[in-house]
């Protein structure tokens, strides 16, 4: 079974640009999860898709917005870039399950760099 | 309110030797999952082994095992053998079973294997 893909994999983009990062979760999971990741901050939730519907949301400006299609594959958009977006963007699929043991499974990342 | 925390910053073992990382957790919720994750320098998140709030007996994968103990609410992963393509950034997990599903990660524990 195919794992988690993310595309593209490094993106360079300039301040005030927008950008949209693609994930698709493996085969038959329903939920998709999106993190930011940087060295000042760690890891820190973004937002989780569940059937097409937003489930949970962390603590991002609105500048920062998903989407998820009837294949379970999700977008994340993120509008007037800042050079604090800089990061590593982690996605994440999972079953969907609603307990504890619904385990997530990580694509290999989308390192975007704002200069 | 959950909460993981990871007290080692940074720890280093001598190859084929044992190591513990350190995990504590907190919360209401009687039924969660407990995960560890690896990430290497390459930065993808991978899956290395998941403990049940129920489950009577510590899970073990391969190298790895989570060593449980429910009433001190710690969640310690151990690996044994300890090799070079161990060094990475190791992060513990929660996800509960109600309210909003979140998975809360730690700050996470860079480990260091020495030749």
């Known amino acids: 079974k195919a794992g988690v893909t993310q595309t593209p994999r490094y993106l360079i983009k300039t301040r005030g640009q927008q950008v949209t990062l693609s994930c698709s979760p493996i085969s038959g999971h329903r939920s998709v999860s999106w993190y930011q990741q940087t060295p000042g901050q760690g890891l820190q939730f973004l937002f989780e898709y569940f059937s097409e519907t937003q489930r949970n949301k962390g603590n991002f400006p609105g500048r920062f917005s998903g989407r998820q299609f009837s294949n379970s594959r999700s977008e994340m958009n993120v509008s007037t870039l800042e050079l604090g977006d800089s990061a590593l963007y982690l996605c994440a699929s999972s079953q969907g399950a609603g307990d504890g043991s619904d385990t997530q499974y990580f694509g290999p990342g989308t390192r975007l760099t704002v200069l | 309110a959950q909460k993981i925390t990871q007290t080692q910053p940074g720890m280093f073992v001598q190859e084929k030797e044992a190591v513990t990382l350190d995990c504590t957790y907190d919360?209401?919720?009687?039924?969660?999952?407990l995960f560890w994750y690896k990430q290497p320098s390459s930065g993808e998140m991978i899956f290395l082994i998941y403990q049940g709030s129920y489950d009577q007996q510590n899970a073990t994968e391969g190298r790895y095992s989570l060593n449980f103990q429910k009433a001190r609410k710690s969640a310690n992963l151990v690996i044994s053998a300890s090799q070079l393509g161990d060094s990475a950034m190791y992060f513990c997990?929660?996800?509960?079973?109600?309210?909003?599903?979140?998975?809360?990660f730690g700050t996470g524990t860079r480990l260091k294997v020495l030749a």
């Open positions: 919360t209401s919720d009687p039924s969660y999952g």
């Open positions: 997990a929660m996800r509960e079973a109600s309210g909003t599903y979140k998975y809360i």
